[in-house]
């Protein structure tokens, strides 16, 4: 295991199976040196971990921890792609979708849990660009998405 | 014609006239080897073919048609600035919007709409990585709006 | 100052300090020639402009105003990574969140706000590829959020 994975195991955490995708598309496209991943549910062996909004049937203490899965299942995806996640060089680019209750608005809270995870994973190099915003609704009514732009240098 | 172009007269398909934006920017901007579209709403011949919330006024067989003609529209995006479809060496990542009802969480079967028509058109080349969301409302009341970047080859 | 600092303070408008980051990210990531802002909030010195949903709380010429205001607060972020503005080769991509009331479908005259200022700031490198969506919520209650993506020749 390289160092990436070495610091998610000491939070006692290991690289899931990559999520098989909900439709006709693939968990991630590597192109040059970037890397794409599709938009990540909280998908836990094969369920989602929670379903319905967040401000209603879901608090932002959950969702918050529903969005570190949703990036561990993205550094799945990148995993699968790389092979080795310590040749990411940078972590570029987070989107966050929070199905929201219009009334809710700490999309930004909920989103960092996602956040923390790559920078606690990646170290510096897990420091990037966030967008979050509050959706109307998401797949499978989950309560969060995220996708994620990595730079590689192999 | 190239074999891109070849593909979707086969469906039954042609690359229509590129849509003029709604407002102050372009369809289009090449950036090196990434083509970025704007987001692309279900305009055929210069109207919305459909308005109306996925899950309300539309149901999801009729959204899943209109994310096809996103896709179409993409597509005559992308050939406006690059002349050969066949130029493009991978569908890098699809974002698809869908003005959803909070109850409707069938975004992925939606767009799929645009997933595979990217895939038939562009073949292997078209499977890209994608996110899916349900937003609140979309512009003109349009139930669909899909964005692609593409990789080129020149 | 350089001719895009000179353009904005002809319009009288100055480039604002760096709007800090409400949760646990950075405002801006350069990879390659490719610079990522997060997404943007309507913050004038330290507070939002203005809360609540466009077409309800919030008029849709209220908002067109707001979204220049992110778009200003964007370009403060790419000047704190690169320095000097003259260095941006074309705004590529724009995406606009607007928080909506379901009923409201003028997303496109809202981004309008940064579309225009990117314009009028960088000229023709200023025309850029866009998505408009009306999202159910924002962050800290902010009817538009704005996150962009540059290229820069040094």
Redesign the interface.
């Known amino acids: 295991m390289g160092a990436v994975e070495d610091r998610l195991s000491e939070l006692g955490l290991t690289v899931p199976d990559v999520v098989p ?9 590597r ?4 890397v ?4 990540q549910l909280p998908m836990v062996a094969g369920a989602l971990a929670a379903t319905g ?1 967040v401000g209603a049937e879901v608090d932002a203490d959950a969702a918050k921890a529903l969005a570190e899965t949703c990036a561990l299942n993205a550094i799945a995806a990148i995993k699968s792609e790389i092979g080795d996640l310590d040749k990411v060089s ?1 972590v ?4 966050g ?1 929070v ?11 909920v ?2 849990g996602a ?2 995870l790559f ?1 606690k994973a990646f170290g510096d190099k897990g ?16 309560p969060v ?1 995220v ?1 994620v ?1 990595v ?1 590689v240098r192999d």
Chains 1, 2, 3 share one sequence.
């Open positions: 995708p909900v439709a006709a598309y693939v968990p991630v496209v192109d040059g040196d970037l794409f991943t599709s938009g909004k940078r570029v680019k987070v989107v979708f199905a929201s209750d219009p009334g809710f608005t700490g999309q930004p809270g989103i960092n956040s923390e920078v420091i990037h660009a966030r967008s979050a915003v509050g959706v109307a609704a998401l797949p499978l009514d989950a998405e996708e732009i730079s």
